[in-house]
C-alpha cells in the first residue's frame, strides 16, 4: 500500500490527481445520503477507517460535517490525504498514521465509523487474516460510541458474511442499495454496503 501511495502521491505532486477513489463517487454519495436521511448532526465525530487519499472526508466537509479524522496506516497516503485537504482548503479535517489493528488509546468515542475497503484488505492479508478480521472488530467496539453507526462498503463480502463478522457487539439496521448485475439467471450486487450499530 506505501507504494501505491507513494505513487499516488508522485501524480498529484506532478499533475494534481487525486488518484483512485475506493468504489466510486457513487459510494461516497450512498454514505452522505444515508447521513443526511438519518439527520445525522454535522458535529458527530466520524472516522474514516483506512482514509486512502482522504477524498471521503472532503466531500463529507463539503457537506457541512465538521468535526471529520481520517487514519491511515501509510504515511503516504496521509501525506497525499494532507495536501488534498490543503488543496481544498479543509483545514478542520484531521488526519494521522494510525494502525487500526493496534489502535491508540485516543482513537475513541466515535459516533461514526466509515470503511470504504479497509477491512476488505485485511480480510486478503495471507497471514493470519481471521485473527486480524477479530483484531478488527475489537477495535472497532473500542473507537465507536455505544449505539453509534458503522457503515461499511465492501466487494469481498455478502450482507450475511458481514452479518456473521460483525455479530459480536453489533447489530445490522439497514442495506443500502447498490448496483445489481444478472449472472446465470441469478440477480447479485457487486458491492455490499451496510449500517450497523453498536449495541450498548
Known amino acids: 500500500w506505501d507504494a501505491a501511495y507513494e505513487r499516488e502521491l508522485q501524480t498529484f505532486q506532478v499533475i494534481g490527481d487525486a488518484g483512485e477513489i ?3 463517487e457513487e459510494s461516497m454519495a450512498r454514505i452522505i445520503r444515508w447521513l443526511e436521511k438519518h439527520q445525522v448532526p454535522l458535529d458527530s465525530s466520524v472516522l474514516d477507517i483506512g482514509t486512502g487519499n482522504g477524498v471521503l472526508l472532503i466531500e463529507l466537509a463539503k457537506s457541512g460535517y465538521t468535526n471529520l479524522t481520517g487514519i491511515d496506516y501509510s ?22 498514521v494510525e494502525d487500526f489493528l493496534a489502535p491508540s488509546a485516543e482513537l475513541s468515542g466515535f459516533e461514526i465509523c466509515i470503511d470504504k475497503g ?10 493470519n487474516a481471521v485473527g486480524k478480521r477479530k483484531q478488527y472488530v475489537r477495535s472497532l467496539r473500542s473507537a465507536l460510541k455505544p449505539e453509534g453507526f458503522f457503515l ?6 455478502t450482507k450475511e458474511e458481514l452479518s456473521n463478522e460483525f455479530r459480536e457487539g453489533f447489530e445490522i439496521l439497514e442495506e443500502l442499495p447498490t448496483p ?4 446465470g439467471g441469478r440477480i447479485g450486487n ?5 449500517v450497523f450499530q453498536r449495541k450498548k
Request: charged share 20%.
Open 152 to 157: 461499511i462498503t465492501s466487494c469481498n463480502w
Open 118 to 127: 479497509t477491512f476488505d484488505a485485511i480480510s486478503l492479508n495471507p497471514d
Open 190 to 194: 457487486s458491492v455490499t454496503a451496510l
Open 75 to 96: 504515511p503516504s497516503a496521509i501525506q497525499l490525504s494532507e495536501k488534498l485537504r490543503d488543496k481544498e482548503g479543509m483545514s478542520n479535517i484531521k488526519l494521522k
Open 180 to 183: 445489481k448485475f444478472c449472472f
Open 22 to 24: 475506493w468504489f466510486g
